[in-house]
């Protein structure tokens, strides 16, 4: 039999909601619609009024070639964070489920990265890859100035992807582990009974029956590139070195804070939502229609 909650009072579930709807309401849907006027007005420095000059900021972003390098950057990083923090945390989810020895402390400690705040893991990993003292510095004791994300692009974005994935390989994980100890295991066994080696298991019995969750992953991974990684970007590299880090949020930040182009931030951000909003359809009406929940 069904029980269902009942309120004596008619005012108390709108009491409860509340908190949440004032939390929604002043931090997202407030300064999203004092983006989208900004976007639309030419907003003065230090106050003074504004001034609606309707598509020009947008016409003003994309012809900026500086945009679309940050564009094809956002990208490029994206794309290389998703795959390297899902390949590491299947792996990781693969070694775990087969309950190898010590897997319960391995297990545990795995999850804990994803605890550590963006700009805290930025400020480890600025100085685990140091030129100086870092992990890496023995390289510069082969040729001086082989190894230095402070003055080599390729260099400094290869930081921030390694960083931005060792922080989300944790939330990963956590949804494949769980993916994997739901598949049933006379399935895996019946397998092995047939003579299928660990790969072959893998290859086709697991991995297929974890589309819904490599689905799942893949729209938040790629959503949360583009939009989490300011923490990151700011404390490891600032943007640079040229502006070879200077992805599309921290430009936004950039143009917005220091340069005092509000109006052009604005249209930037309104950019971004739009684009993160259509790689999401593309993926849930090209790519969902590959899974199969069943």
């Known amino acids: 039999m069904e029980r269902r909650a009942v309120f004596k009072s008619r005012w108390l579930p709108y009491a409860l909601i509340a908190p949440q709807v004032l939390l ?5 849907y407030w ?20 001034a609606f000059v309707g598509f020009d900021n947008f016409a003003a ?12 950057r956002s990208v490029f990083f994206a794309a290389s964070a ?10 990781l989810a693969l070694f775990t489920d087969r309950q190898l020895s010590g897997y319960r402390a391995y297990r545990f400690v795995t999850i804990w990265p994803y605890a550590v705040a963006a700009p805290a893991a930025g400020l480890a990993f600025r100085f685990i890859f ?18 230095n994300p402070s003055m080599n692009g390729n260099q400094a974005m290869l930081t921030i992807v390694v960083c931005y994935s060792w922080k989300y390989v944790s939330y990963n994980f956590i949804f494949l582990l769980a993916g994997l100890q739901a598949i049933p295991r006379a399935l895996v066994e019946a397998g092995a009974m047939d003579g299928a ?14 589309q819904p969750t490599f689905f799942f992953l893949l729209v938040i991974n790629l ?7 300011f923490g990151i970007v700011d404390i490891m590299t600032g943007g640079g070195p040229a502006k070879a880090t200077n992805l599309m949020v921290y ?12 109006s052009g931030a604005a249209a930037q951000s309104i950019v971004l939502m739009v684009l993160v909003m259509a790689l999401t359809f593309v993926q849930f009406r090209f790519i969902e229609r590959r899974v199969h929940y069943r």
């Open 197 to 210: 080696g660990v790969l072959r298991r893998m290859r086709d019995i697991q991995l297929p029956l974890l």
């Open 223 to 229: 959503t949360e590139s583009f939009v989490d990684s």
């Open 31 to 50: 300064p999203t619609g004092a983006a989208l006027v900004w976007a639309f007005t030419l907003e003065q420095p230090w106050g003074g009024g504004s």
């Open 130 to 147: 140091a030129s100086e003292a870092g992990i890496l510095a023995f390289l510069n004791q082969i040729s001086p100035g082989l190894w």
């Open 82 to 91: 998703t795959t390297l923090a899902m390949g590491v945390a299947l792996l």
């Open 251 to 262: 430009k936004i930040y950039f143009d917005g804070f220091k340069g005092l182009d509000y």
């Open 24 to 28: 929604v309401f002043t931090f997202f």
């Open 61 to 72: 972003v994309f012809g900026d070639p500086l945009y679309w390098a940050s564009v094809g």
